[in-house]
Structure formats: C-alpha cells, structure tokens
C-alpha cells in the first residue's frame, strides 16, 4: 500500500520547518524527516494509529509524533495523510474532505 500526501499535508510540513528553521535549520529538517518517517511506516501497520476523536470516523486515524498529530484516511488503494498540526490544537475540518 502507498502513501499519499495531500497538498494540506505538504503545506504543513513546509510550515513546520520554516517555523523551526528560525531558530536551527538542520534541527528542522531533522524533526520533519522523522515526521515523514513515521507516516511512511503506516504501510507496514495502517490501523496503528487511533481514531480522531473529533471526527469518530474509524476510516479517519492519526498518529501521535512527539506534540504533532498525523491524521490520514485509509482507503482501498492507499493510505492518504491529510493533515499535520500541533496536537494541542483541534482540528481544523474547514476545508478538509473527508
């Protein structure tokens, strides 16, 4: 199974690390690598990670990485992150299709 990453997921990934390129770019690039790393282990256990609470879809999950949420739908032919965002925040669903 593949991995796919929306265009909301890749602008917040460039959003992280611009965020922690102020203070240490390589610690940037680093931190959003294993972001990535993470989300592409999903293929090996797509059900690891829990329902989103704020949605209660089962189809609908995320991981948990270090204060950061993963949140990715499986689908028949993939597995599609829709979303990266600190986990202290809720999620945003305006704009999302889900």
Known sequence: MKIVWSQEALDQLAEVD???SK???KRAAIFVDQLVAQA???PD???MGRMVPEIGNPGIR????KKYRIVYRLKSDCIEVLTVFEGHR???MEGMEF
């Open 23 to 25: 203070d240490s770019p």
């Open 62 to 65: 995320e991981l948990i990485f």
């Open 90 to 92: 809720l999620l945003r």
């Open 18 to 20: 611009d965020y922690i």
């Open 40 to 42: 592409e282990g999903l």
């Open 45 to 47: 256990n797509p059900g």
